[in-house]
């Protein structure tokens, strides 16, 4: 069947059940070798790189923001969202309608490319060639900015309230879809059969942080198999559209930063790894800390590749300073993962340019233990639209007079000869704190100075691995918001 053929067979599919049966399920996927060896994997918001103060966007200037920093020698794959967080389309689709169109708004940019025969996917792939980048489609495919951007609602969510969790619920937004619903599946499905029978891009991101849950709350776990069975379809389909093309699609998936983390969030890493239905395994959105090492393990004996998410702003630090971004990396590089993906970086923007150098340096280690680093201590509380993040967070807490807490803090690598070292404290008023570090004082109490308490460390405590900060307060209690350790090194001759 020609590509024209099967698109036109995916559109008038309409909302037709996609079953899948328990003899499918039962096959075994043709052995898979690991997908390439990739270092850094750059997600791009396409909504960001089209926004220019509300002015006329040209399409060279789009164009050019899209690929701001992505220099081949550092960055091996774009991740491509079209911006419209995937209820909606900013392309040409037949599928989904176009962002803005159910309030008489459409977008005015990408309209006035599609009818000038520019479309958005076609432009980044061939654009994505042209520098040396494989390219993926990367599907939000529960994203829930329509609960707060009408132009971002589609009608079918209008339409079929009964396909949404409602509001009500304990966490999520009541825009969140319920997979338990064959029509949504069935519409997701479509969606990606579009994609890739239109669209040349080399795999696809299903980025399942966007948004939990895909359930119910409470009943994510006892259908974590609905999932399971939705990702049969897709990779199915995806080796079908394969063969026409001779050459293979890769899937990559975005989950939690723990296992517990997704086993709560109803997504079965576990089997999918098993019955090879992902090439690729992302972990993490917003947090500090992802368990490299389980995921690791996980993984051992198979082809599956996996990359830890470096976060836009993670754990509140907005946007990411760089010497966090490195530690942050060090850290993962510790673990052995088999790259780094980055996620809400805008290296485009005049005040996170700063970030194209970032991605020369995320991927390499060997750089990493050249430049100065911070590692702080995970900070946060599960949020709305991320139930079962920050599961490791001990940040804020507060401290009561004479109680003493342990803050986890991981190190990337050692410090480098001749490098200075300082541990920092955020602190609310004014009473003295005392810091040890692996039960170990290293000062006496000291009182903040500008909500800080701040004292120099010895560099050779700073070994790779999971230190505890101990903190103990004198006086009146105050809450602690941050935990940081920076590395200076030695000042060049």
Known sequence: MSAAARWISAIIGGFVVCVVTGAALAETPEPRKPVKARRVLFNCDGCSVRIDDNKALDLGKWIRQLFTGLDPNHVDLLLWCDGSGGNTALYDSKVLELDGSRIGKPDPWVSKWIKEGHDPPEIVVREARKRGLDVFYSFRINDIHDAFMPNELPTFKVKHPEWQIGKGQPYGYHTALNFAVPEVRELKRRTIEEIFVRYDFDGIEIDFLRSPPFFLPGQEAKNAHILTEFLWTIRSMLDAEAKARGRRIELAARVDETLEACRLDGFDVQTWVKDGLIDILIMGSGT????????RRLVAGTPVRIYPCIYGWPSKYNPIPAELARGIAATFWRDRPDGIYTFNWFPHQANKRYQID????????????????????????PAKEYPHNWLRARLPTRLKPGQ???????IGMRAP??????LEVAVTGEAPVAIAFDGKQIEAPHKPA??????PMPPRLLTPGRHQVGLRIEGSEADVTAVEIHVRRAPRE
């Open 358 to 381: 970032l991605l020369k340096e995320v991927g390499r280690p060997e750089l990493l233990s050249q430049r100065d680093v911070m590692y702080a201590a995970e900070r946060g509380k």
């Open 288 to 295: 500090i800390e992802v368990d490299v090492a389980a995921f």
């Open 450 to 455: 500008k909500r800080r308490v701040t004292v």
């Open 417 to 422: 000869a001749g490098a200075k070292a300082r």
């Open 404 to 410: 003493e807490k342990q803050i986890p803090i991981e």
